[in-house]
Structure formats: structure tokens, C-alpha cells
């Protein structure tokens, strides 16, 4: 004998789940959100650097990545695996999309200016710094709430 089982209310949980929820990127701490805005956008005066952007670029690289993750984690869902699935899935967007940052912050261009060199004791990568590396390290996301991110002063990339 077959037996159905209803699962409908962990579908219908895990895809709410999805729906309310928004990963977030980027950096939360004022001090490294105002170091990455002002390399993002650059600037005009004498010690300012060149526009070197990076989250937009590498939100873009992640794309097709999240995609899938996201994919799946809706297949999960729709398996009646409920908001655990949902959860996970949106988490492991926010891991590729952080690695999508950090890939573009290794590759960006142009170099540092030969003084800013010498500040970094040699250091010459751009975006990455000798101590404190505050951009790498306080590169972050987080799923929250809609209802949370709403307000925010946060660019929505259409994810």
C-alpha cells in the first residue's frame, strides 16, 4: 500500500522563507564601508585612488553561481525540506557572492600609486591591505529579513 505524505506546509514554509529573506554583501563596519566607497568611487583629490569597484563586479561574476545555489535550494524546498532548505541555500548565496568580491578585489587594477606602496611596507596588491586588511576581513554578508533590509542604503542588484 502506498502511503502520501503532505508536506505542503514545509513547501509552503520554505518558499515564504525564501521570499522574506534578502542576502546582504558588503562591509557592515562604517570604517571598511567608508574605505571601500571611497576606492569604489574614487576620487579627485591627491589622496584619493582611482575608482577601483568591486562589489558591483563581483556580485556580477557570482551571478550565474547564486543561480544555481538557489536553484537547488528551491528544489530542496519544493522536496518538502522546508525553511531549513530555504536557509541553506540563501546562506551558501551569501559565501558565493562574498568570493565573488574577493576574487575581483585580487584582480583589481589600476596598481597602487608608489607612495601608497611605501605606507603598505611594500605591500603592493590594491584593495588589500598590510595590516589591518580591512576590506578582506570585513567583507561580510548576511540573510535577514526583508522587512529588515528595507531602508537600507544597500544597491538591490535584482538577485
Do not use: C
Not at 500500500?1 to 525564501?18: C, P, Y
Not at 568591486?54 to 538557489?70: E, F, I, N, Q, T
Not at 531549513?84 to 557572492?97: M, Q, S
Request: aromatic fraction near 4%; charged fraction near 30%.
Amino acid at each position: 500500500m502506498k502511503q502520501l505524505v503532505d508536506r505542503w506546509a514545509e513547501i509552503d514554509a520554505g518558499l515564504r522563507a525564501m521570499e522574506e529573506s534578502v542576502v546582504q554583501v558588503g562591509w557592515f563596519d562604517e570604517d571598511a564601508a567608508t574605505v571601500a566607497l571611497i576606492n569604489d568611487r574614487g576620487g579627485n583629490r591627491g589622496d584619493n585612488p582611482p575608482p577601483r569597484p568591486v562589489l558591483g563586479p563581483g556580485l556580477d561574476l557570482a551571478r550565474d553561481d547564486v543561480r544555481r545555489a538557489l536553484s537547488r535550494g528551491v528544489s530542496d524546498v519544493l522536496r518538502g525540506e522546508g525553511p531549513t532548505a530555504a536557509a541553506d541555500a540563501l546562506e551558501r548565496a551569501g559565501v558565493i557572492l562574498e568570493q565573488g568580491v574577493r576574487d575581483v578585489m585580487d584582480a583589481v587594477a589600476p596598481p597602487n600609486a608608489a607612495s601608497t606602496v611605501a605606507q603598505k611596507r611594500g605591500y603592493s596588491a590594491p584593495l588589500r591591505g598590510f595590516a589591518p586588511d580591512r576590506l578582506w576581513t570585513r567583507l561580510e554578508h548576511r540573510v535577514v529579513p526583508a522587512s529588515d533590509a528595507a531602508g537600507d542604503d544597500a544597491e538591490d542588484l535584482g538577485y
